[in-house]
């Protein structure tokens, strides 16, 4: 009798492959799926949380600009105090004491009779660049701020209100909401005498317990000076902060010296409100 030969492996081999290879396709079709949901949940995630911000950063801007306009309402009556409420995700709310330097120039027929240098701190809404960004060296001024710290009128405001990207900072990447006091001038007569009169205030860093989103205002006094017979005024801004990258570039006024001519002559009343500013006060 003959011998009888097995089946070939290869055939054995041939099948098993046939049947091995949609199992293999379903897991690498499985796999890519997997991939593609999860770039697209990371995408999600980001789009979401760059659109918070966006939104939050939207809305604190005005809640910076109420800010500023509440400095003018507690400056001038002391131990008056304003909370502002506001909500924030990613950024926070920083005092950034003795930030900006006026120094006030008053002269009689072109002749100095009277320096006055006065400092005064700034508020910032800090957002990380890391969470939102709007493009390096980005500066827009809020509501119907201008960018002259000297400004003429009953109507004009004694703060400035602006958003600025400047980097690199020393304190860190942040798109910023800077609420910085500038000075009101009004001009009066009566009878055959002329005033013109100054308003700034002057915001000093408060306690920071951080209770609750808030800032507080609260008007530490008033103080007043007067001079005589003076025919112009010019005010020079400083940055004290400079090195810190507090400078000329981050305050972007349109000249760091503004001069006002007056009604020949006048007396020039100056008054000079303190505000403590505190972050967190109340719960």
């Known amino acids: 009798m003959g ?6 492996k290869g055939k054995l081999l041939s099948k098993g492959r046939r049947g091995l290879s949609p199992v293999i396709s379903t897991v690498i079709m499985t796999a890519a799926i997997i991939v593609l949901v999860l770039v697209a949940m990371s995408y999600g995630q980001s789009y979401l949380a760059s659109s918070i911000a966006q939104n939050e950063f939207s809305t604190n801007q ?7 306009l509440q400095i003018d309402n507690v400056a001038w009556m002391m131990g008056r105090a304003q909370t502002i409420q506001y909500s924030s995700t990613y950024g926070s709310l920083q005092v950034l004491p003795d930030a900006l330097t006026y120094t006030v120039n008053m ?3 072109g002749t100095l009779v009277n320096t006055t240098t006065l400092q005064t701190g700034i508020i910032l809404y800090n957002v990380p660049t890391t969470e ?23 109507a004009a405001p004694d703060s400035y209100a602006y958003s600025i990207e ?14 910085v006091p500038t000075i009101r001038m009004m001009t009066t007569t009566v009878g ?25 205002l609260t008007c530490q006094n008033v103080n007043q000076y007067m001079k005589s017979s003076i025919t112009q005024v010019k005010v020079t801004a400083s ?9 000329s570039t981050f305050f972007p006024f349109h000249s760091t010296t503004e001069t006002q001519n007056v009604p020949i002559p006048s007396t020039a009343q100056v008054y000079l ?8 006060l109340y719960a």
């Not at 409100?273 to 967190?280: A, C, D, E, L």
């Open 3 to 8: 011998l009888k030969m097995p089946k070939t």
């Open 62 to 68: 005005q809640f910076m600009l109420t800010t500023g």
């Open 107 to 109: 002269y009689s027929g």
């Open 132 to 154: 939102y960004s709007l493009g390096k060296n980005y500066v827009e001024p809020i509501g119907s701020s201008d960018n002259m710290f000297l400004q003429n009128g009953t």
């Open 166 to 179: 400047k980097l690199p900072m020393s304190d860190g990447n942040f798109l910023r909401i800077v609420v």
């Open 192 to 216: 055959n005498a002329n005033y013109v009169e100054f308003y700034l205030p002057l915001l000093t860093s408060g306690t920071s317990p951080g209770h609750s989103q808030s800032v507080t």
């Open 239 to 247: 940055f004290p902060l400079a090195s810190k990258g507090f400078d």
């Open 273 to 280: 409100g303190t505000v403590s500013v505190s972050v967190g």
